[in-house]
């Protein structure tokens, strides 16, 4: 009775762990028709920024003469401005096109020629200097052609665009930094002061 006993209950057991071997097996075959769930996370909102950048033909609310005047680089050129009383000139044109020499372009000139456009006698002339930077029209790099134009004392200047080199020159002068927007026109930094034929 007790083998018999003994016999049934090792049965049992393989029976059990056959089950439990098998398990597995069914879990595998069986359909899997839970969804499975991905978790999602929710992205921050993009910053939107508090001004909008400005597009060309936008306008600044700073004029050309404020401009020149807060530029570093143009220092000089602010001076001078101020010393030939041209600010209500500029502002009272209308929209124009400055070509700003920067400060390393007025220091480049010979010391002869500084020392004669900075005489009180000699105040027409550093206006007639100045204002020969200036051409009427607000012409950014993308509007100027390979052109003469007169300038705002009625001389003309040669205006020589290299497309492939990305280079504009006015006369022998070089644009280093274009189209730095005013609420009247546009600015041109360049590296050498423009002199008329008259004083050259």
């Keep these: 009775m007790k083998t018999k006993n ?8 393989a029976s059990f762990a056959i089950g439990m ?38 306008t600044v609310n700073e ?16 001076n001078l401005i101020d010393e030939a009383d ?7 044109t209308g929209s124009c096109t400055l070509f700003a020499p920067s400060d ?5 000139l010979p010391e002869v020629t500084r ?17 020969y930077h200036v051409v009427p029209g607000n012409l950014t790099t993308n509007q100027l052609r390979s052109q003469e134009i007169k300038t705002l004392g009625n001389n003309p200047v040669n205006i020589q665009v ?11 002068a070089l644009v280093v930094q274009p189209d730095i927007r005013a609420s009247n026109g546009v600015i041109h ?12």
Excluded: H, W
Excluded at 189 to 200: A, F, K, S
């Design 189 to 200: 930094i360049v590296d050498r002061v423009i002199l008329p034929p008259m004083i050259q």
């Design 21 to 58: 071997l098998l398990l597995p097996v069914f879990a595998a075959c069986l359909p899997n028709n839970t969804a499975q769930v991905t978790p999602t996370t929710t992205a921050p909102p993009e910053s939107v920024p508090t001004t909008p950048p400005i597009t060309p033909g936008a």
């Design 63 to 78: 004029d050309i003469t404020d401009i020149v005047q807060a530029n570093p680089s143009l220092k000089t050129l602010a």
């Design 86 to 92: 041209l600010e209500q000139k500029l502002d009272d």
């Design 162 to 172: 290299d497309q492939a080199n990305n280079q504009v020159r006015i006369n022998d």
């Design 6 to 13: 003994f016999v049934v209950s090792i049965r049992k057991f």
């Design 104 to 108: 390393q372009a007025f220091a480049a």
């Design 115 to 131: 020392q004669r456009l900075l005489k009180t006698e000699n105040r027409e002339l550093l206006r007639q200097v100045l204002t």
